[in-house]
C-alpha cells in the first residue's frame, strides 16, 4: 500500500509539474498572439499599404482646394470623372471658381496622375469595379462608397456635425492619412 501510495503522490506531482510547464508555454504563445496581431495592425496602418490611399502631398492641389473643403484623395476618382470636374470650374457644384492657369494644370496633372484607374489600392479597385462605364462627378456617387454608407440614416447624416456625406473627415477621423476603415470612425453627435 505505501508502495502505490508513493507512486500516486510521484505522478500527482510530475501532473502539477508538467501543468506549470504546459501553462507557461501557452501563456508564452498568447502573448506573441497578442503581439503579433499589434504589429499586423500597425503594419496594416502604415503608408505603404495598398489597403489604404495615398495621402494627398501636392502643395497646389492642397492650399487651391483645401480653402473649401476637404483634399480628396486623386484615387477616389477616374481621371475621367477628375477632368469633367476640373472642365466645369464655373460652376463647381454650385460655385464658380477661379484658378490661374498654371495652378490648373499643376492640379489636373496631379489628379490625373493618381486618379483611380492608376491605383493599386484595394479601395481605389473597389471604386472601379463598382463604377463600370460610369463619370461620376461626386465620390459621394460612386456606387462602392454609397454601399459602405448605406445603413448610416440620413438623420446622423444632416446632423450639424456632420452636414454632407462629403463631409469625410467628419467621421472618418484618419482620412487625411487615406484610411477610411472602420477602426477609424467614429461618428459624431
Not at 30 to 46: F, L, P, Q
Not at 109 to 130: H, R
Request: charge should be negative; hydrophobic fraction near 30%.
Amino acid at each position: 500500500m505505501n508502495r502505490i501510495y508513493k507512486w500516486i503522490v510521484f505522478l500527482l506531482v510530475l501532473l502539477v509539474m508538467a501543468n506549470g510547464v504546459f501553462y507557461t508555454a501557452f501563456a508564452d504563445q498568447d502573448d506573441h498572439k497578442e503581439k503579433r496581431k499589434h504589429e499586423k495592425r500597425d503594419r496594416n496602418h502604415s503608408s505603404h499599404d495598398e489597403s489604404y490611399l495615398k495621402p494627398v502631398n501636392n502643395s497646389t492641389y492642397e492650399t487651391t482646394c483645401g480653402e473649401c473643403h476637404f483634399i480628396y484623395q486623386p484615387e477616389l476618382l477616374p481621371s475621367a470623372s477628375w477632368n469633367k470636374i476640373l472642365d466645369q470650374l464655373d460652376d463647381h457644384f454650385g460655385e464658380e471658381i477661379e484658378i490661374n492657369p498654371e495652378s490648373e494644370n499643376i492640379i489636373s496633372g496631379y489628379l490625373i496622375a493618381n486618379s483611380a484607374e492608376k491605383s493599386t489600392g484595394k479601395i481605389a479597385i473597389k471604386i472601379m469595379k463598382s463604377i463600370g462605364n460610369q463619370t461620376p462627378q461626386r465620390i459621394t456617387k460612386i456606387p462602392y462608397i454609397q454601399k459602405n454608407h448605406h445603413e448610416i440614416s440620413q438623420t446622423v447624416i444632416k446632423r450639424e456635425s456632420i452636414g454632407s456625406l462629403s463631409n469625410c473627415l467628419a467621421c472618418h477621423t484618419a482620412a487625411e492619412s487615406g484610411v477610411y476603415d472602420d477602426d477609424t470612425v467614429k461618428i459624431p453627435k
